[in-house]
């Protein structure tokens, strides 16, 4: 099971953070919070796009496969910042844990093919190392099923752009799944991140309104 965790640095009011910055190139009074929330309601309404680059959030992804990271490296804009657990120090002497598809949760037969495959890459990276063989060369055999932990860094516009992406039906399970916990982290975070979460994050169909994927699931027509 991947955990979400919202770090200490993430924007805690991004909403009037956002009218904030704003009040200040629109010569305003911004030292009323108040004021400084109806302004970032405004920029978010009137799609100000750059606006929505300052609020920042740092997260901690754990549980979560390698695959999927994989696949969330690819969400560039912005300047992201991350690190991921090393392959090289860490230790996998003592197995490692990774994730098994629902499909294959579900399927006793595959399930037990599914576990020896992993015992199976477990017990020949102990022959490897038994051999004098450094980890940074075994690590080759890791699966990428197994779980990483990563830090991320990355601003509210970026998430918003990747919500698109991967709330999509068709998108890698594992990154919906993922996406869902990062909104459900950041709704915890704070009232202004439970609204705009409610409110900008969505699949692309519903932002476009209607769905650019050649194979569609039928939501919405392309
Ligand atoms: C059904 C489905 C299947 C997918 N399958 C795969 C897969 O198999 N493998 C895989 O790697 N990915 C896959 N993806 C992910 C997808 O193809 C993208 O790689 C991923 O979403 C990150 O790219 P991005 O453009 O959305 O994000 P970013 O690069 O973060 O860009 C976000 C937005 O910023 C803007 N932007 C970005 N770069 C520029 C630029 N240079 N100039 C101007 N504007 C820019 C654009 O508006 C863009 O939409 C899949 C997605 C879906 C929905």
């Keep these: 099971m991947g ?25 305003s009074d911004v030292k009323d919070p108040l004021k400084n929330y109806k302004r ?8 100000h796009g750059r606006t929505l680059e ?30 991921q657990a090393s392959t090289r120090y860490i230790n996998y002497e003592n197995g490692f844990d990774y994730i098994t598809p629902p499909k294959i949760q579900n ?13 199976n890459i477990q017990v020949s990276l102990k022959k490897l190392e038994d051999l004098g063989i450094p980890k940074e060369d075994s690590a080759m055999g890791l699966p990428l099923g197994m779980t990483t932990v990563i ?14 992406q991967r709330l999509c039906t068709r998108a890698y399970w594992e990154f919906r799944n993922l996406m869902n916990d990062i909104m459900k982290a950041l ?16 699949p692309k169909c519903e932002y476009l309104g209607r769905c650019p994927e050649k194979t569609s699931c039928g939501r919405y027509s392309n």
């Excluded at 970032?40 to 799609?47: F, K, P, T």
């Excluded at 915890?188 to 609204?195: G, I, L, R, T, V």
């Design 187 to 202: 709704k915890e975070y704070s009232e202004e991140w439970a609204w705009l979460v409610d409110n900008l994050f969505m």
């Design 107 to 119: 399927n006793e037969e595959a399930l037990k093919v599914y576990d020896e495959m992993m015992k």
């Design 3 to 27: 955990k979400v965790t919202v770090m200490e640095g993430t924007t805690k009011e991004p909403i009037t953070l956002i009218g904030k910055m704003a009040g200040i190139c629109y010569g």
């Design 151 to 164: 830090v991320d860094k990355r601003g509210l516009r970026s998430l918003i752009e990747m919500s698109h």
């Design 54 to 83: 300052f609020p920042e959030v740092y997260l901690e992804l754990s549980g979560y496969s390698a695959r999927v990271i994989r696949e969330y490296y690819t969400h560039i804009a912005g300047g992201p910042t991350r690190l």
């Design 40 to 47: 970032g309601m405004g920029c978010i309404e009137s799609n």
